[in-house]
């Protein structure tokens, strides 16, 4: 068990040599906390898989150190790292039964017989593995398996952190929903700091108390579930998280107000005067606009479509060049293709350059 | 992946079953017949009973002595090749390099002895193992080892063997090789974090996910080294004196040579027995091992 | 990980071991018969090209490598041809007796070719097909046939049953199934197959030579004939083998992406 630390960690397939911009991960500093459940989020390609296997030593940085509780790991081999990690697909080892497979990892170490059973029971007890500790690991399903590949890294009591690459891709969906909360049970159980690399919010969102969200090789966001909703700090973020994601578009900001097509909407904070040089949007999630009668006060807008998602209806109105997506109220009705639009001025976010500008209360 | 019932498939294999019925029946119906009778030239044929078979049983007989004596000298013979193409084949196919052009190049080369004529690869050893021109005969004897596969059974021997070590390791590195390429990056990468060692990972990982491909190594091996007949015989002739006349030349010798059709045909079904006998046991080891593969992958 | 300690050392002893006695053949088949027999030379001190010349003239020679183009290419097709059907037969139903069937055909891939001799003499004698390459095409099938069904049937396997179900739903009959969508997707395989084939009945030479004698003689029963009264023409032998090699080597370089999927045999 352990913290982990980042610092200016960057890695290049291509060497220390390539251009910074094709670095599949650029230099990033963070700090894990012992215990935490984490989540690796981001679109195939963001780098997301790159930071997992750093951090497990399949990949060896270009740059930079990685430190578990203070110490420097970064030279250290796989072995050598205490980690546990759960692949995309099931990695069983055929000719072994589930018992030999849990006990693989302490008979490669040369722990003693009699620990090694004590421990392999205590395991397959935790996942309920114990009615198949004598069967072939092969005939398992796949979730088995994947709780095979779990209690592999979780028998050595040693294990820093236990980290997974998308291991539910493989799962069937009722499944999910299962081993996913199993995980979570364990996590609370064990104490251990867990890292969950998935592409899906949902996992991300549901599992982890911190989020870690990338994108082209950076970490752009590390916060909780709730505050990546409430206060993105990058466009990316906005619209990657959210279903339909955050509304971004152009506008002049200055002072406490925002212009959107010469219409003045108020804002919360006191953004002063942003650098000219910077593009500046501003993000609203559709959940904090609201879909009105046209009046003069109102941003007007034509709408295009409503879409019925069941508890909630989102319109999909266009200003200007601008699209947008709007909460429907309950129980309104459009008289015509025109409306205007209610902004909460609370969850209206300014962003310079996709990064976003904390006003002044 | 449930096969339906379906007679009308006997049609989609009719054509393959014609083929190969007339290949192999319809000879196979003259060998029979032959193998009961006697025969003194001139197309007279006597009836013979299983004479020939008893004959061939037998050690005491001229028939069954060379029989039997080329029968043991085969089984040896395979046991030696499959004892070094075996490990040999899966440490060259370990020792692949992983990627470039230097895969192709492998490959390549790897490949070459495969397609090459059978009696020119006893050409080529022939050549290159004789004491006057051929370079490893030649080296070897400015080594001032006394080497001559034309004069020395233990010589013959060893050129036979290094001969077909050299014609046939490519197969069983190619079919290791293929069943290596299939395991994926993360089995390797669990292992490393199991701490497994060097060893472990050929025994957890790399030999089952190539047991199948081996068995059809080992196969494909077995069989073409227990038919073997080109190459020896184009190096050896069978000789010195009856050293490396294996089962295959033995029968040819009988069958073309003398004409002893009646011989020649008991030889035959008892050869073909045994091979249909080792054939049954591989068959049915592997549709087990088939069998297991197809439930694995209904549970998956 | 995926390979061992020592693997450079391991693999360029091996390639070297394979390559030396074919150099030597190819040494051997551009000096002449006079440096051969008098001086140990590790490359042609008087190069000539004279080996070559002779075979590329004299047409009891270059006649030999057309024969056994020829039987090698029938073989191949007829091979191909029936084992198709057979293949997707085997792979997607059950009928009666079809694992026996199956184990049969594989016995004979396994049949040795001495037994068969006499017989196939006997047999293509009756039926007017000796010293036709028809005769060594079709004794080949009884080896490439099996083996071909064998591959195919592994490929045929590997398409989901899905397809089939879509294509006749789509009002495909089933000849046109076959040969619109089936062979598209396994072409890689027939490729594979079609690779076996040639490569066994190319290489055999034991039931080519029983079941030719002047007209349809393969090369390799010309290559015994160096042999003479006055000593063995060793140079002539060389060159001879050489070319024996080239066709091989062409067809392995252009597999060459494709030789470790072949090898798998569509079935790892």
């Given at each position: 068990m352990a913290r982990i630390d980042l610092v200016d960690l960057a890695h290049s397939y291509g060497g220390n040599d390539a251009a910074p911009e094709s670095f599949a991960l650029k230099p990033i500093s963070m700090i894990w906390r012992q215990g935490g459940a984490y989540a690796l989020l981001g679109p195939s390609g963001c780098g997301k898989t790159t930071l997992l296997n750093l951090i497990s030593g399949i990949?060896?940085?270009?740059?930079?150190?990685?430190?578990?509780?203070?110490?420097?790991?970064?030279?250290?081999?796989?072995?050598?790292?205490?980690?546990?990690?759960?692949?995309?697909?099931?990695?069983?080892?055929?000719?072994?039964?589930?018992?030999?497979?849990?006990?693989?990892?302490?008979?490669?170490r040369g722990v003693p017989k009699a620990n090694i059973d004590a421990r392999v029971k205590e395991i397959a007890d935790l996942l309920d593995l114990t009615p198949y500790l004598k069967r072939k690991a092969t005939r398992l399903t796949a979730d088995a398996k994947q709780k095979i590949s779990l209690g592999r890294g979780l028998v050595?009591?040693?294990?820093?952190?236990?980290?997974?690459?998308?291991?539910?891709?493989?799962?069937?969906?009722?499944?999910?929903?299962?081993?996913?909360?199993?995980?979570?049970?364990?996590?609370?159980?064990?104490?251990?700091?867990?890292?969950?690399?998935?592409?899906?919010?949902t996992e991300a969102l549901t599992f982890a108390d911190t989020v870690v969200v990338m994108h082209d090789g950076r970490v752009v966001q590390s916060s909780t579930p709730a505050e990546l909703f409430d206060k993105p700090a990058h466009t990316f973020v906005g619209y990657f998280i959210g279903s339909p994601g955050m509304n971004i578009v152009p506008a002049e900001v200055s002072g406490r107000e925002a212009r959107i097509d010469g219409h003045v909407i108020g804002l919360h904070r006191n953004y002063g005067v942003l650098p000219s040089s910077a593009r500046i949007e501003i993000g609203v999630r559709p959940e904090f606009v609201d879909v009105a009668a046209p009046a003069s006060g109102l941003l007007s807008a034509t709408i295009e479509r409503i879409d019925d998602l069941g508890r909630i209806r989102f319109a999909r109105v266009r200003v200007g060049d601008a699209k947008f997506n709007a909460r429907v109220p309950p129980g309104f009705s459009i008289p015509d293709n025109t409306a205007g639009l209610v902004f909460d001025p609370g969850h209206v976010h300014v962003y310079a350059d996709s990064i976003l500008v904390e006003g002044i209360a | 992946m449930d096969k339906t019932v379906n007679q009308k498939a006997w049609f989609l294999v009719l054509p393959v079953f014609l083929v190969v019925a007339f290949s192999a029946i319809l000879p196979l119906m003259t060998v029979v017949n032959y193998s009961m009778q006697d025969t003194f030239g001139n197309n007279q044929f006597f009836w013979n009973g299983v004479?020939?078979?008893?004959?061939?049983?037998?050690?005491?007989?001229?028939?069954?002595?060379?029989?039997?004596?080329?029968?043991?000298?085969?089984?040896?013979?395979?046991?030696?090749?499959?004892?070094?193409?075996?490990?040999?084949?899966?440490?060259?196919?370990?020792?692949?390099?992983?990627?470039?052009?230097?895969?192709?190049?492998c490959l390549v080369i790897l490949a070459l002895p495969l397609l090459i004529p059978w009696n020119v690869v006893g050409t080529i050893w022939q050549i290159f193992g004789r004491p006057d021109i051929g370079l490893l005969g030649y080296t070897l004897n400015s080594l001032g080892i006394n080497y001559n596969y034309v004069s020395n059974d233990f010589d013959a021997w060893a050129t036979v063997i290094v001969m077909d070590v050299w014609h046939w390791t490519s197969l069983v590195a190619l079919l290791c090789y293929a069943g290596l390429k299939s395991i994926p990056d993360a089995y390797y990468q669990a292992a490393q974090i199991d701490g497994a060692s060097r060893w472990a990972v050929f025994t957890a990982i790399q030999l089952p996910k190539m047991n199948r491909v081996l068995l059809i190594a080992v196969l494909l091996r077995f069989m073409d080294s227990f038919m073997i007949y080109t190459e020896p015989f184009v190096v050896t002739g069978g000789g010195p004196g009856n050293s490396t006349t294996f089962v295959s030349i033995e029968l040819v010798k009988i069958a073309l040579g003398q004409f002893d059709l009646g011989k020649a045909a008991a030889l035959s079904l008892v050869y073909n027995l045994i091979i249909l006998i080792v054939c049954w046991i591989f068959y049915t080891v592997m549709t087990n091992a088939g069998a297991d593969r197809a439930a694995k992958q209904g549970a998956a | 990980m995926h390979s061992i300690p020592g693997r450079r050392i391991i693999i360029s002893a091996f390639l070297i071991f394979l390559l030396l006695p074919?150099?030597?053949?190819?040494?051997?088949?551009?000096?002449?018969?006079?440096?051969?027999?008098?001086?140990?030379?590790?490359?042609?001190?008087?190069?000539?090209?004279?080996?070559?010349?002779?075979?590329?003239?004299?047409?009891?020679?270059?006649?030999?490598?057309?024969?056994?183009?020829?039987?090698?290419?029938?073989?191949?097709?007829i091979s191909i041809s029936v084992a198709l059907p057979a293949a997707y037969g085997f792979s997607r139903y059950r009928f009666l007796g079809d694992k026996h069937l199956f184990f049969w055909l594989l016995s004979n891939r396994?049949?040795?070719?001495?037994?068969?001799?006499?017989?196939?003499?006997?047999?293509?004698?009756?039926?007017?097909?000796?010293?036709?390459?028809?005769?060594?095409?079709?004794?080949?099938?009884?080896?490439?046939?099996?083996?071909?069904?064998?591959?195919?049937?592994?490929?045929?396997?590997?398409?989901?049953?899905?397809?089939?179900?879509?294509?006749?739903?789509?009002?495909?009959?089933?000849p046109k199934f076959f040969v619109k969508i089936l062979?598209?997707?396994?072409?890689?395989?027939?490729?594979?197959?079609?690779?076996?084939?040639?490569?066994?009945?190319?290489?055999?030479?034991?039931?080519?030579?029983?079941?030719?004698?002047?007209?349809?003689?393969?090369?390799?029963?010309?290559?015994?004939?160096?042999?003479?009264?006055?000593?063995?023409?060793?140079?002539?032998?060389?060159?001879?083998?050489?070319?024996?090699?080239?066709?091989?080597?062409?067809?392995?370089?252009?597999?060459?992406?494709?030789?470790?999927?072949?090898?798998?045999?569509?079935?790892?």
């Open positions: 990949v060896t940085p270009s740059r930079g150190k990685i430190l578990f509780d203070g110490a420097d790991i970064t030279p250290l081999s796989t072995q050598k790292r205490n980690i546990a990690q759960v692949f995309q697909f099931p990695v069983i080892y055929d000719t072994m039964t589930v018992g030999q497979n849990l006990a693989f990892p302490l008979k490669n050595r009591s040693d294990v820093a952190a236990v980290l997974f690459d998308e291991p539910l891709t493989v799962i069937d969906p009722e499944l999910k929903w299962q081993l996913r909360s199993k995980l979570k049970a364990l996590h609370r159980e064990l104490d251990l700091t867990m890292i969950y690399v998935t592409h899906d919010q | 004479g020939w078979f008893k004959e061939l049983l037998d050690p005491s007989t001229d028939l069954g002595g060379r029989f039997l004596a080329s029968l043991g000298r085969n089984l040896f013979f395979s046991a030696v090749i499959l004892a070094i193409e075996v490990p040999l084949g899966i440490v060259v196919a370990l020792s692949m390099p992983r990627e470039g052009w230097s895969v192709a190049a | 074919i150099y030597w053949l190819v040494n051997m088949s551009f000096k002449t018969n006079g440096e051969i027999v008098s001086t140990m030379t590790l490359w042609p001190h008087q190069p000539t090209i004279a080996n070559y010349m002779r075979i590329f003239t004299d047409e009891s020679w270059y006649s030999g490598y057309i024969n056994s183009l020829k039987y090698v290419l029938i073989n191949t097709v396994m049949a040795p070719a001495a037994v068969y001799a006499l017989p196939f003499f006997n047999l293509y004698s009756a039926i007017n097909l000796f010293d036709t390459p028809w005769a060594v095409a079709l004794a080949h099938c009884i080896f490439n046939v099996p083996l071909a069904v064998w591959i195919l049937e592994g490929f045929v396997s590997g398409v989901p049953r899905e397809i089939d179900e879509t294509a006749f739903l789509d009002g495909y009959s089933f062979v598209p997707l396994i072409a890689s395989g027939i490729g594979v197959a079609a690779f076996f084939c040639f490569m066994f009945s190319w290489v055999e030479l034991l039931l080519a030579r029983t079941l030719t004698s002047v007209g349809a003689k393969p090369i390799s029963a010309v290559m015994t004939r160096t042999v003479s009264a006055a000593g063995m023409d060793w140079g002539l032998l060389a060159a001879a083998g050489v070319l024996t090699i080239i066709p091989g080597a062409l067809v392995i370089w252009f597999v060459r992406n494709y030789i470790a999927r072949g090898f798998a045999l569509g079935r790892v």
